[in-house]
Structure formats: structure tokens, C-alpha cells
């Protein structure tokens, strides 16, 4: 489902990932743990690109999301008239393409070369890149803040991504001259109608009309996570759901997002709740200084740490 | 003095209201209006632009803008009525009152530029990222999400700038344009009584200002309700 193949993230001077992988199994629930400030946020925030990555690829389905970079894609170096040279010259294909990428061999600038590269990197575009807006739409997220929109009722928070992304589709089948039976009109209902049932399942159908300002904080935020989920995501990322909210509202959040978890979402999780990390996933990831320092079933990562840090970490929030 | 001051300026208002109201008043506020309508056009275009990806064009907005900023506007409207007509002769025929409406323009949209963009940033990038992270487009986000917030930052301080705006138009009376502080002008060339004919101004000016800043607070108000 999600690749995310050796991610670094510098914030300026501050290097936050230093080179993180990592694979997200279609159905898999998968928590990220670790100190405050270690790179949770951020690294979940690669994920849909919300922060872009310095270095490194996030793949989703087969797609790359992150922008294309030339030197990863050995085809485009192999097809270069450089490494022709290089090899006629006696290089192997390993030492060509390392002597390729270490002296920036392959550039626009190169003549007719150049254009040939040009060539070749938008046809490797064309084929494997995914738009970002696209794929956001197939990952939902939720934050510590809840974020909703303060100038929309709970139903126009919910309605107003699948609506307007509705419409865009349907414009660019028109113009694509496909036939549509689509209108304004029939996405907009379909909208509301599929936001009532979510409202129903979480037994908020009475605030569709309310704005956010009179809701409370475990309202916001399952609201927020039925919004995500009235795109029909793949995966759902969540940034600490629970952390903003007073306790005792913990867990009507937990509930909702423990349901969806056996409902067979995928799902990644920053979470410092470690009773529910335990509970419902997968997997477990220790983010510390930059890197996925630890990883296991819970059962491996809460009873067997291996690690000094996660050790000294778990000692602290058990 | 005491009753001579207030028969002068009774016989002031009975001979000269038609100067004070029917031309001061109206073309202060039509200037300002101008100013300020003009000058939100240019200022959303001037943050449009500071937004930009192409670099060259934000560092000559910003350039412009700081510099309307950090200059007074009396010599703004010198620039634009003496120097600027040296330089292209092109404007020399242009009549001094829309030279000054030029700069009004500018000057108002210098202004309105950094409302606007103070009343965006003031939106919480929180909602910005939940919409985008639902798939939503830049565009879209602003459009349905951070404008219609930002509005209610912006309309406020757009009233504030009007209410400047207007006490700012009395240095186009420098170039005899016909507002509330030529009438002034006019007025004391007439009769030599400059004491009395300020006073009147000057009500006119705080009587403008005053109940557009009540009529302002009273929107405001009902804007935070709705
Ligand atoms: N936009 C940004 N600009 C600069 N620095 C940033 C930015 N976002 C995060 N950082 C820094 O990167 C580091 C990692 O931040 P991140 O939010 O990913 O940590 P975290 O593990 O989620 O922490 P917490 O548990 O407190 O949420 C921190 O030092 C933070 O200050
Ligand atoms: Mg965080």
C-alpha cells in the first residue's frame, strides 16, 4: 500500500529523518511511538506529503509521490549515451551507474544527450508519478487539533472535499468528452446523503447543522475522522487523535478509531496512549534520533525491547 | 470674541455650506471611496502577487509596497503630480486630480495589501492542512476554506482604512483638487476668517470619521454573531 523507501527530512540546519524505510501492508494498523520531538509528526506527515522530504521516495500503490528524481531510476542512467561511454570504456554496469550518480554525469545540459534524458524522465513521469492532490484524496488525516473548518457546519465539514472534488471529476470527464450523468446537483446529495449515514454511525446526526465552535472536543474530533473518512481512504494517518482532548473524552475517540481499525483499515498511528499502541496494532515503530531505531508486533516491542532508548523510553510512559 | 466667532461662522455656513458640503464633503468622500475601492483591487493583486512562485515579480510588489509604506503620502503625491511627469512626459498631460487619485490608489493598496495578508495568515494553518490532506487543491482550500475567514479579519480593517484614508485626502488639498480642505482654501481666501472656517472643517472631518467608525463597530458586532 505505502512505501516509503529511505525518507530524510532536514527543517534548515535540523535533521529530523535521517534515512527511514518502511513498507504499509494493505490492512495493517501500525503505531508510531517515541519521545516528543523524535520525528513522529513528521515522518507521518511525509507520508502524504503534507511535508515534503528532503531525500527519499513515498510510493503508494506502485505510484511515487515524491518528486522524480533522475538517479533513481537505473533505466534512464542505462539509456544515457555516458554510460554507453562508460561501459565501452570497460566500466561495469554497477561501476558506470555509481560513477554516473557520484559526478552528476546525467544533466540537461548535456547536449543531445540532455534532451534524450528530458525524454526519458517525462515519460518516467507519465508513468509512475501520482499526483500529490490525488493521492491525498485515498489517504485521510487526522490531526492533534482537529482542524475543522470554522466557517462550515458539521455536514459542510464533511460534504465539502467529496463535493468539490466530485465536480472536478465530473468537469474533466466533460471535457474529456466522456458521458456523465453526473450533476452539481446529484453529487452534492450523494454527499450529504453518505455524511448523514457517518453522522448516524458515530450518533452525531443531530449536529449536522451546528457549526464547530458549539461542539466539544470528542465531538470535533470524530467528526474530523469521519470527514477523512468520507472520501473512501485507503489508508487513514493519525497524528496523537487523542491528545488535545480531556480525558474523559479519550474514549469515545479511541472507540470510534478501534472500530475502524477491525474493520480492516489500514492505518498508521503517533500515539502516546501505549495501552491502546498494544491493543490494536500490528506493528509497532520506535522513532528516535532520526531513524526507526525499533520495530515489532507490540508483543515483541511492550515484553522484549532490545533497544537502550526504547527501553529507557518505555520505563518512562508504562 | 465669543459671539463674533459664532455669528462668523453661522454667516460662514448660511453663505459658504454649499462649498463646505455639496463640494468638500462629497468630493472627500468620493475620493476617498475611489481610494480605498481602487485600492482594494490593487492591494488583492498586490497579495496575489507576494504569493507568487516567480520570484522577480514578489520582490518588486514587495519593493513597492514597503516603499509606499515607509514614505509619507504628502510626498507620494509630489512624486506622482511633479516628478514622475519629468521623468515620463506622458504624464504631464494628465489633469493633477487624477494624478492624485493615481497615488491615492496606490497608496490605499499598499495598505490594503498587508491587510490582506495579515487576515489570511491570521486563518489557522491547521484548517489549511486538513483540506489539502483531504486531496483538496491549493486553490480550492483558499477559495472555500482561508478566505471566507479571512474576510472577517479583512472587512474591519478595510472600514479602518477608509476611515485614514479619508483624513489623508486633506494633502491633496496641496494641489487644490476640490476636497474638504480646499473648500477650507477656498473659503479663508474669501473672507480671511481662518479660525472660524477651520472649526467648521474640522467638524466635518470628525463628524465623518466618527460615524463611520460607529456604523463600523456596529457590523462588526453583527459579523461576529453570524
Ligand atoms: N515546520 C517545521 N519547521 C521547523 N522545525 C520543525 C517543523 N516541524 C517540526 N520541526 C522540528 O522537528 C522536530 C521533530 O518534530 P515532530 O513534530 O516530528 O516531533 P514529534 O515526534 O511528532 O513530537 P511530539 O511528540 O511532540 O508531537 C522537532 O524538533 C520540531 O521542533
Ligand atoms: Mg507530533
Not at chain 1, 560513477?99 to 540537461?108: R, S, V
Not at chain 2, 489539502?132 to 474591519?156: C, D, F
Amino acid at each position: 500500500m505505502l512505501d516509503i523507501k529511505n525518507i530524510y527530512k532536514n527543517f534548515g540546519d535540523l535533521k529530523v529523518l535521517k534515512g527511514v524505510s518502511t513498507h504499509v501492508e494493505k490492512g495493517e494498523v501500525i503505531s508510531l511511538i517515541g519521545v516528543s520531538g523524535s520525528g513522529k509528526s513528521t515522518l507521518l506527515r511525509c507520508m502524504n506529503l503534507l511535508e515534503t522530504p528532503t531525500f527519499g521516495e513515498v510510493w503508494m500503490e506502485g505510484k511515487l509521490l515524491t518528486p522524480v528524481d533522475p538517479y533513481l531510476h537505473f533505466d534512464v542512467i542505462r539509456a544515457s549515451k555516458t554510460y554507453a561511454r562508460l561501459t565501452a570504456e570497460g566500466l561495469t554496469d554497477e561501476e558506470a551507474i555509481e560513477k554516473i550518480k557520484k559526478n552528476d554525469l546525467l544533466h540537461e545540459k548535456h547536449g543531445a544527450e540532455g534532451k534524450e534524458y528530458v525524454r526519458l524522465m517525462k515519460q518516467i513521469y507519465a508513468e509512475n508519478h501520482l499526483d500529490a492532490n490525488l493521492a491525498r484524496q485515498k489517504m485521510g488525516m487526522v490531526f492533534q487539533q482537529f482542524n475543522l473548518f470554522n466557517n462550515k457546519t458539521v455536514l459542510g465539514n464533511i460534504t465539502l472535499a467529496p463535493v468539490k472534488i466530485g465536480i472536478a471529476r465530473m468537469k474533466a470527464a466533460k471535457r474529456a468528452g466522456k458521458p456523465v450523468t453526473e450533476t452539481k446537483e446529484s453529487i452534492q446529495a450523494a454527499a450529504e446523503k453518505k455524511a448523514m449515514e457517518l453522522l448516524k454511525r458515530i450518533g452525531l446526526e443531530d449536529k449536522a447543522g451546528s457549526y464547530p465552535s458549539s461542539l466539544s472536543g470528542g465531538q470535533k474530533q470524530r467528526i474530523a475522522i469521519i470527514r477523512a473518512l468520507a472520501m473512501d481512504p485507503d489508508v487513514m494517518l493519525f497524528d496523537e487523535p487523542t491528545s488535545a482532548l480531556d480525558p474523559e473524552m479519550v474514549g469515545e475517540v479511541l472507540d470510534l478509531i478501534k472500530e475502524l481499525a477491525k474493520s480492516g483499515m489500514t492505518m498508521v498511528v503517533v500515539t502516546h496512549e501505549m495501552g491502546f499502541a498494544r491493543e490494536v496494532s500490528d506493528r509497532v515503530l520506535f522513532v528516535d534520533e532520526g531513524y526507526i531505531k525499533e520495530e515489532g508486533s507490540p508483543e515483541e516491542i511492550f515484553k522484549n525491547p532490545k533497544d537502550a532508548h526504547l527501553k529507557d523510553f518505555l520505563s518512562k510512559v508504562l | 470674541m465669543g459671539s463674533t466667532f459664532f455669528s462668523n461662522i453661522i454667516k460662514l455656513i448660511s453663505r459658504y455650506g454649499h462649498v463646505f458640503l455639496l463640494e468638500g464633503v462629497v468630493y472627500t468622500l468620493l475620493l476617498s471611496l475611489i481610494a480605498v475601492a481602487g485600492g482594494s483591487v490593487l492591494g488583492s493583486l498586490f497579495a496575489l502577487a507576494k504569493r507568487s512562485k516567480f520570484i522577480p515579480l514578489r520582490a518588486v510588489v514587495s519593493a513597492i509596497v514597503e516603499i509606499v509604506r515607509g514614505t509619507p503620502m504628502l510626498l507620494q503625491l509630489y512624486a506622482g503630480v511633479f516628478i514622475f511627469p519629468q521623468i515620463v512626459p506622458a504624464l504631464k498631460e494628465l489633469p493633477d486630480i487624477v494624478s492624485v487619485i493615481i497615488v491615492l490608489i496606490i497608496n490605499s493598496g499598499a495598505y490594503v495589501s498587508e491587510v490582506i495578508r495579515s487576515g489570511i495568515q491570521a486563518v489557522d494553518i491547521g484548517q489549511t492542512e486538513a483540506a489539502r490532506s483531504l486531496g483538496l487543491s491549493a486553490r480550492t482550500t483558499m477559495m472555500s476554506v482561508v478566505l471566507p475567514q479571512a474576510v472577517k479579519n479583512i472587512l474591519p480593517a478595510l472600514g479602518n482604512e477608509f476611515i485614514t484614508v479619508i483624513k489623508e485626502t486633506s494633502l491633496a488639498s496641496t494641489f487644490y483638487v476640490g476636497e474638504l480642505m480646499t473648500s477650507y482654501l477656498k473659503v479663508k481666501g474669501n473672507t480671511f476668517l481662518t479660525l472660524e472656517t477651520l472649526t467648521i472643517v474640522g467638524v466635518l472631518y470628525f463628524v465623518l470619521t466618527f460615524t463611520l467608525s460607529k456604523l463600523l463597530q456596529a457590523a462588526e458586532r453583527k459579523m461576529k454573531h453570524a
